[in-house]
């Protein structure tokens, strides 16, 4: 198995400075790819039998696809300003063209493509907002490209654990492909951190725990989850953001809690309503 944390590099010459492939990862559904580019510069991909959801996490740009095309996107200078994205999808067998407009930070998740959606442009006013959990393991929850939106495989949402909280918790997994119970779902994690100089903690690990991974993840690395549970700590004094990308056989997400650790969220929830 590969290792888990996945850390950036130097700005390459078409500004990529993160890449997880299914070859890398071992797994067969899953790319990820994050670029920052300045100002003035472009970027043109091809999609080939890949679907694409290409999420701006800070700055602004125009973008166009073979038959679309839009200009002025983007809202949000950072992501810990927690408004929710513009996003893009791009479906396989198309290809796009990004102008920066200012220094511009985009993540483009991709996953085998069937052609059955067209390109579209995902604003803010179409991101579900909500809050999960209670207590310490509260977060908030942008639902970029959700079971219910329209695309092949992938399901695209990002999460904001303020700092001292836990998220992705109870701890659960998506590694078995046992509908209606639970579905097989390949998982990364893109993380960031404010301060940035901080960290998060991520374990990941499975019931026999012949995984069993306790990581300090820093700014800007992401983490491999191809099988087991996967909760997240934000440290005292550091704010966790992560984009998940998840995809799998069946475009549905059907998890199993630790049975261990799932009494934590109604305990959590039923203070929450005494209060």
């Known amino acids: 198995m590969p290792e888990l944390i996945v850390p950036p590099y ?34 043109q991909k091809q999609t080939n039998d ?8 800070s700055g602004k740009l125009h973008i166009s696809t073979k038959l679309e095309k839009w200009e002025h996107v983007g809202q949000r200078m950072d992501v810990f300003e927690k408004t929710p994205p513009y996003s893009i999808y791009v479906p396989n067998d198309d290809q796009f063209t990004i102008e920066a407009l200012t220094d ?10 069937k052609g059955t959606y067209p390109a579209r442009l995902i604003t803010p006013a179409q991101v579900g907002v909500e809050q999960r959990g209670a207590d310490n393991i509260s977060r908030q929850v942008h639902n970029i490209l959700p079971e219910q939106a329209s695309a092949d495989h992938l399901l695209v949402v990002e999460v904001f654990t303020p700092e001292g909280n836990w ?23 893109y993380h960031k951190v404010n301060p940035n100089h901080g960290f998060i903690l991520q374990r990941v690990y499975t019931d026999d725990l012949s ?6 993840v820093q700014n800007g690395e992401a ?6 549970y996967h909760p997240v700590a934000a440290p005292p004094g550091y704010e966790s953001y992560y984009l998940n990308v998840m995809a799998g056989p069946v475009r549905t997400w059907k998890f199993q809690n630790s ?6 969220m109604e305990h959590k929830l039923s203070e929450s309503r005494e209060k």
């Not at 890949?50 to 996490?57: K, M, N, W, Y």
Request: aromatic fraction near 10%; hydrophobic fraction near 30%.
């Open 10 to 43: 130097k700005r390459d010459s078409d500004g990529k400075v993160l890449s997880i492939t299914p070859q890398s990862a071992g797994w067969k559904y899953i790319g990820f790819e994050v670029y920052k580019l300045l100002q003035g510069e472009t970027l």
């Open 104 to 113: 511009v930070e985009i993540a483009i998740c991709s996953s085998p493509g």
């Open 50 to 57: 890949q679907e694409v959801c290409i999420v701006i996490l």
């Open 211 to 216: 995984l069993n991974e306790i990581m300090s």
């Open 259 to 264: 049975k261990e650790h799932e009494w934590v």
């Open 223 to 228: 983490v491999l989850v191809p099988k087991g």
């Open 167 to 189: 998220s992705s918790y109870p701890p659960h997994k998506h590694d078995e492909n046992n509908l209606p119970y639970e579905s097989y779902l390949e998982e990364t994690y």
